[in-house]
């Protein structure tokens, strides 16, 4: 018995391999799904961002810049209305006042503080002052001036915000997949470097930061 003690353990030696191999071949292995990155095209993003404004900013993932979208248009809306309101206003109040017809009053609620006989020259009054009606005449004309250019300067503006927005798609779409490495190299090296008028050599440092 002893005698074959020896051969029993070498037998075990060989056979442990064989029952590694076949416990491995028990062992089902699920092959793990790889994961699909999201890839967003600078293209689509600006074609979206000119058909409707805001689809850019939803397709790049700034979900919070759409209300700021909105606003802009929005505020820059508002300044057209109020501007064109006051520019039709004071554009029918001047000729209202030019045409020296005393049907036509609406210029009337525009003056404040000055009778009417002192500067209407309908009313054939013998207060009546040409200055008063020349100064009257030339603020109604002022309004206009106002009202127009800033009624034009805010469909500027309208325009403007919309290639704003077509601009900070694309710039976002383009900077998506941008990698910021944390990894900061600074590195200080000598650097000869001649001196003016001198056949000397002097030496310096160079710094380098690589991103």
């Known amino acids: 018995m002893k005698r074959g003690l020896p051969y029993i353990l070498i037998i075990s030696i060989l056979l442990i391999p064989t029952f590694m191999t076949l416990s ?9 799904p790889s994961k699909k990155n999201f890839r967003i095209s600078p293209l689509k993003a600006t074609m979206l961002a000119a058909t ?24 820059l809306g508002f300044a057209v209305a109020y501007n064109s ?3 039709n206003k004071f554009t029918k109040a001047y000729n209202d006042f030019t045409d020296k017809s005393p049907e036509t009053t609406s210029y009337v609620s525009l003056i404040i503080g000055t009778p009417r006989e002192i500067y209407d020259p309908s009313l054939n009054s013998i207060r009546f002052n040409p ?9 109604l004309l002022n309004k206009v001036d106002y ?5 034009d300067l805010s469909l ?3 325009g403007a915000w919309y290639l704003i927005s077509i601009l900070d798609a694309n710039v976002d779409a383009s900077l998506f997949d941008y990698d910021v490495s944390e990894n900061i ?8 470097f001649p001196l003016y008028n001198y056949a000397a050599v002097g030496m310096g440092f160079t710094l380098k930061i690589n991103f």
Not at 24 to 32: E, G, K, L, N, R
Not at 67 to 74: H, R, S, W
Not at 131 to 139: C, I, L, T
Not at 185 to 192: E, H, R
Request: proline share 7%.
């Open 131 to 139: 200055e008063s009606a020349a100064y009257v005449k030339d603020q």
């Open 147 to 151: 009202f127009k250019r800033y009624r």
């Open 24 to 32: 491995a071949q028990d062992t089902i292995s699920v092959p793990t």
């Open 185 to 192: 190299n600074l590195s200080v090296a000598p650097f000869q």
């Open 85 to 87: 309101k006051l520019f």
């Open 52 to 75: 409707f404004p805001g689809a850019g900013q939803i397709y790049t993932r700034k979900y919070w810049k759409v209300p700021l979208v909105y606003a802009g248009f929005g505020g």
């Open 156 to 158: 500027i503006g309208i």
